[in-house]
């Protein structure tokens, strides 16, 4: 597995609980990255519980988020609830706001607990290895090669890997950015997630994390190299103006680089898989932030992964066919999901996000009719939740894989730890 984000740890993790031999190769030396995706979804928490890490899962830094609202300036309008969920049978029905490298130190040290499993960490992948049309191995660092039945592509949205595979992409048309950044919350603000949309074109996503607000501002696209020729200042009033309640909070905004870029993009491939190699999460299809879901679907894609390669892989000397063939079916089972929610975040960039940064906003004078009729019938609003918190074909964990109350005694015999390593010192 190339790359240690939420895809490659998932699927070594899951793999070598089948007691296949994986190695994860992380170009950092830790995962301590901020302003990256960390919204752990309802579906997700479920693989967690399945895999037997929700004990370890709770004592992480983590909020729920248990509704969804937006600010109109026709007015405020709750659009989701997520603890609906809970009536038809999700054991978690919230989105968990979790630091990604806690979740992803989590799920490592799992993983070192199999044998089978390995990472290596400070091992940045320079090309693929081939052999007479295949994918054999990868090169990483200064010299070091890897040989393996399949590399697996878990590198992110500018994945390294894709590139040098020259496998067809598909790109979309976006019409934003976004702008990361934090502000100070208070004990008596809204709570939850907070959509601020205006008709004069300001749009503002606000995630309570407790003690602040995670905030993502988008903007027109191809425009913040021109705003930041001027001063944050400007930014500082803009947000003063669409919600007036945040008043000299603003101020902690002190110059433009307490705001990060992130060039939003939206594409997939057209095959996520060549002879030796599979591509998944980001690599194989990068997302919108609309909805938040690029980790989940991400995740979703290793489990699937997993149960369709561990009874190839786990042989020990698979048939290289056999592995090509597992591995195009991936694609086929995680397609409609990928599709599905593309084409949803499409929508909302043409009908939404377009609208409202030209100036056209959502409506004068009252709320769109979907979000009234989201007030009207309250029940309604497990749909949202549904499609967000869930989403498309979700996956579970193999049984093979699960730990806790159900685990197997072949699951829970004592083995050798697994090993971790630097490639600082091999």
């Not at 029940?379 to 109350?405: H, S, T």
């Amino acid at each position: 597995m190339v790359g240690g984000g939420p895809a490659g740890i998932v699927l070594g993790l899951v793999l070598a609980r089948a007691g296949v031999a994986v190695t994860v190769l992380e170009k950092h030396g830790d995962f301590l990255r901020d302003f990256r995706g960390d919204t752990v979804h309802p579906s997700t928490m479920t693989l967690i519980d399945e895999l037997g890490l929700w004990d370890r899962f709770t004592q992480l830094p983590w909020k729920p988020i248990e509704s969804v609202r937006v600010v109109l300036d026709a007015g405020p309008a709750q659009i989701g609830d997520l603890t609906l969920l809970g009536r038809v049978g999700v054991p978690h029905p919230f989105v968990a706001m979790v630091p990604q490298w806690h979740l992803l130190d989590m799920l490592a040290a799992a993983g070192e607990e199999e044998p089978t499993f390995t990472l290596v960490r400070h091992a940045e992948v320079t090309d693929l290895v081939r052999r007479g049309g295949r994918v054999t191995g990868v090169r990483w660092g200064e010299g070091n090669e890897l040989a393996a039945d399949l590399v697996v592509a878990c590198d992110g949205r500018d994945s390294r890997v894709r590139e040098r595979s020259g496998l067809p992409q598909r790109d979309f048309d976006v019409p934003m950015d976004v702008w990361w950044f934090r502000l100070p919350r208070e004990e008596d603000d809204p709570a939850g997630g907070l959509g601020r949309l205006t008709d004069d074109g300001r749009m503002i996503i606000m995630i309570d994390r407790g003690d602040h607000y995670q905030v993502a501002y988008l903007i027109a696209r191809g425009t913040d190299a021109e705003a930041r020729r001027g001063p944050v200042q400007a930014l500082r009033d803009e947000l003063r103006r669409a919600a007036p309640w945040l008043g000299d909070r603003v101020d902690a905004l002190t110059t433009w680089d307490d705001v990060k870029l992130l060039r939003v993009t939206l594409n997939r491939l057209r095959r996520w898989a060549a002879p030796g190699l599979l591509c998944l999460g980001d690599a194989a299809h990068a997302m919108s932030p609309v909805g938040g879901v690029g980790i989940n679907l991400a995740v979703q894609d290793a489990v699937a992964a997993a149960r369709l390669l561990a009874p190839v892989l786990a042989t020990g000397d698979p048939d290289p066919a056999a592995v090509d063939a597992a591995a195009r079916r991936v694609q086929r089972r995680r397609s409609v999901p990928t599709v599905a929610t593309q084409t949803a975040q499409r929508i909302a960039h043409r009908v939404v996000v377009r609208n409202v940064l030209r100036g056209g906003g959502l409506g004068v004078g009252r709320l769109p009719l979907p979000v009234r009729l989201l007030q009207k019938v309250p029940a309604l609003q497990i749909v949202p939740a549904y499609l967000v918190g869930i989403g498309v074909l979700p996956e579970r964990a193999p049984a093979w894989a699960r730990r806790g109350q159900d685990a197997s005694a072949k699951n829970s015999s004592a083995l050798p730890s697994g090993s971790v390593k630097d490639s600082a010192q091999p």
